[in-house]
């Protein structure tokens, strides 16, 4: 746990130094693994998995690097992670499994989960700003998925979609050049 602690502390670090430069405008492209990142993620959320009893699924075919914002590549993991651990709260099964792979020339990252599904009209909605399927009590702003979508068009030219049937859970595909 105090290795855990320590991980997200630096990572804590990151952001702010993120926040910083993002306000300042200047951008920390570099060469990351991919798969790297996503693990920071998973150490990141393993309390709240743990507290949701999730079981977390990575299976990459192998390492894959991205040229960019590491931090804001982490940022587009751990948000989409964060409300796929929340959408298990009332599954029997709770499981998210996340797969990376290469399909051409793109990167492909699969999050799904066996939460509660989003409807065919929340579909629609879930990338628009402030749209929130959540009660005002659960503090969800409706920001998160619309700045998700921001930074991986914006930042990485590459897009995501979401895939999903009620009471059979939800699948973030995001595809990266």
Not at 18 to 24: E, L, R, V, W, Y
Not at 69 to 75: A, N, R, T, Y
Not at 110 to 128: A, M, P, R, T, V
């Amino acid at each position: 746990h105090l290795s855990q602690a320590l991980v997200a502390t630096h990572r804590m670090q990151g952001l702010i130094s993120g926040i910083k430069n993002q306000i300042s405008r200047k951008n920390c492209l570099s060469l990351f693994s991919i798969n790297q990142e996503i693990s920071q993620s998973l150490e990141i959320l393993a309390y709240k998995a743990r507290q949701a009893k999730a079981e977390i699924f990575f299976s990459p075919e192998k390492i894959y690097f991205l040229k960019g914002d590491s931090l804001k590549f982490g940022q587009i993991i751990t948000n989409i992670l964060a409300n796929a651990i929340e959408a298990l709260c009332e599954s029997i099964i709770r499981e998210i499994k996340i797969n990376l792979y290469e399909e051409e020339k793109y990167v492909v990252i699969k999050i799904k989960d066996s939460g509660k599904g989003i409807s065919l009209k929340n579909q629609e909605n879930i990338f628009k700003p402030f749209f929130s399927t959540k009660r005002l009590t659960d503090q969800g702003f409706g920001i998160g998925l619309a700045m998700t979508k921001n930074i991986i068009e914006k930042d990485f030219k590459g897009e995501i979609k979401v895939e999903s049937e009620l009471n059979k859970g939800a699948c973030f595909i995001i595809t990266l050049p």
